[in-house]
Structures are given as structure tokens and as C-alpha cells.
């Protein structure tokens, strides 16, 4: 069941709703103007949200990436939100591979419009090189478990939605930019909603982790690490590990897991 609400003309929220009314989702929260599709469904999924509710936003004015870095969502240019995901039993064991399923789900999208997107690991989708997707998961806690995560995925779609370089820590662009024609939003959308529920199921399995391999960015090259204040590491990118962290060559040839949180990845040129 979907339960339209809020601040989008009747028009549009039913066109949206419409839209994605195939897919197996909770209940549809949608915005024209937001502050953060995540803090809103991170409060919902307290509240007792369904698995796969959905925020969607127009504009964010306080859109969030990791660390509370700012994520930036102009008016209409841009998708931003929020998927509830409530841990099933037996996905309690995966939960470090749910990083891999935004970008596995944006990438197929992406991939089906001929561009050729890359993961930048753990949380972007770049294209041509260059920023395109961004994605922050999150957790909700009861005691020692996690119940809930919410995976907030904000994709550039016209140009607008590119933020001047002086705000950024790593080129961007947007969909339209670098497919050279206009993109629609909605179907866009349900490609990557689709993929999720479709890649879910599979969290466990070797295609998954082999797939979220091959997509990434500058694999095989140098690259640098950078995890909070601590000194950077400069190693070979190899690839994943079982749960999904990365594998770093080192340049003494020692082989270190580099696992998720606030790191940062750069190519060496
Ligand atoms: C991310 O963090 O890339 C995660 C972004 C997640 C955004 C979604 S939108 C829906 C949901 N609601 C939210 O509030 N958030 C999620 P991180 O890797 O920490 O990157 C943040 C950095 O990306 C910033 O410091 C900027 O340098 C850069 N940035 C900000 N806005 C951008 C944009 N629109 N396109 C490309 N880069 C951007």
C-alpha cells in the first residue's frame, strides 16, 4: 500500500505514485522541498516504518553525506531519497554488504541507458570520471542489533544539480551531462528501486560480491586512503573482501582490509 502525502501538487504526487506502483514498496512519503530525505526516514523508520518505505524530495536544504559533509539537491534537478530497509533474519549476517546495494542498483540503471558507470568505493557512482551519485546508509538500533538501516541515494540528473568545484572534495557531474540528452526522473527512479528489490535476495551470493567488483574504480591502479585525520595509505586497489571492505596492496606488498566508514579514496595520478 501507498499512502500519497504532502507538499507536491496532486498532479505530480499521483504521477508518482503511478509510477512506482508496480514495485513491492511500504508506504510513499513525498516532498517538494525537504530538509533531509534521510532524517526524515530515519525518524519514520523509528516510528514503526515499513520495509521499503520510501522519502522522496525535490530540493534538500539540508541534504547530508557522511560525517555530516553537506550533499547538495537544487530544486527539481536532482533525485534524492530514502529507502527504509528492515533487517530481515537472515540478512542480520550481511550487513556490511548492503553497502554494495545502492551502487549495484544505481549502476545497473545507469548501465542500461549505455553510460558506464563505476563505484567509487564505498559510497559514489562516478561517470566519466567524475562524481555523479552519492549514497549514505545509515543505522537504526534496538540494543545490540541493527533493525533498520536507511540507504539515502542522491543522483545529479541536469546540470543544475552540479555544485560549483569550490564546494566539492571530488570533480562531479550529472546524468544528462554525460548521456548528452534530457533524462526522465520517474523512470529513472523505479529502474533503481527495482534493482534493490532485486539484488536484496541476493546479498549472500558470490555473483553479488563478484558483480560490486567488477564495477569498481580504479581497480588494479594506486590509490590513496584517507581515514578521518589519520595519515593517508597508499596502496593497489585489488578488490573486495568476503564483507565487502577493500583489499589494498601496500607498497611493501602486505594486504590490508580497508573497511567502511569515513574514507576516503583517491586515484594517484
Ligand atoms: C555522500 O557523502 O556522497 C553521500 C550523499 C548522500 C546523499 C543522499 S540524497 C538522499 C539522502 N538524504 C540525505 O540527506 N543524504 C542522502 P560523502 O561521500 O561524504 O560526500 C559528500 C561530499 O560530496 C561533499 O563534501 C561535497 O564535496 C560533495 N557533494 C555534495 N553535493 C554533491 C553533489 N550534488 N554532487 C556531487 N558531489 C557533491
Known amino acids: 500500500m501507498v499512502r500519497p502525502s504532502l507538499d507536491l501538487s496532486p498532479g505530480e504526487e499521483q504521477k508518482t505514485l503511478d509510477a512506482l506502483n508496480d514495485l513491492p514498496l ?44 553537506k550533499w547538495y539537491t537544487p530544486p527539481g534537478a536532482a533525485l534524492a531519497f530514502s529507502l527504509v530497509l528492515r533487517l530481515k533474519d537472515n540478512e542480520g549476517a550481511q550487513i556490511s554488504r548492503f553497502t554494495g546495494l545502492g551502487p549495484l542498483a544505481v549502476s545497473d540503471a545507469l548501465q542500461d541507458m549505455n553510460l558506464a558507470p563505476e563505484i567509487k568505493w564505498p559510497n559514489d557512482i562516478l561517470l566519466g570520471g567524475r562524481k555523479t551519485c552519492g549514497i549514505l546508509v545509515e543505522s537504526i538500533w534496538q540494543g545490540e542489533t541493527v533493525e533498520a538501516l536507511v540507504m539515502g541515494i542522491g543522483i545529479n540528473l541536469r546540470r543544475e544539480s552540479v555544485p560549483p568545484a569550490e564546494l566539492l572534495n571530488f570533480p562531479a557531474t550529472c ?37 560490486w567488483e567488477n564495477r569498481l574504480a580504479f581497480r588494479g591502479e594506486q590509490v590513496e586512503i584517507v581515514t578521518g585525520e589519520q595519515p593517508s595509505t597508499l596502496g593497489r586497489l585489488e578488490g573486495l573482501n568476503q564483507d565487502g571492505s577493500l583489499r589494498l596492496e601496500l607498497l611493501n606488498g602486505k594486504k590490508i582490509p580497508v573497511t567502511f566508514g569515513d574514507v576516503h579514496l583517491r586515484p594517484v595520478l
Open 26 to 69: 511500504g508506504e510513499i512519503r513525498i516532498f517538494e522541498s525537504t530538509t533531509s530525505t534521510n532524517d526524515i526516514a530515519l525518524k519514520w523508520a523509528s516510528e514503526g516504518a515499513r520495509d521499503m518505505s520510501l522519502v522522496i524530495a525535490g530540493e534538500q536544504t539540508a541534504g547530508r553525506g557522511r560525517g555530516n559533509r
Open 175 to 211: 546524468v544528462e551531462m554525460e548521456a548528452g540528452h534530457a533524462v526522465q526522473k520517474l523512470p529513472l527512479l523505479h529502474h533503481v528501486l527495482r534493482a534493490i528489490s532485486s539484488w536484496r535476495p541476493q546479498l549472500a551470493t558470490h555473483p553479488f560480491l563478484h558483480t
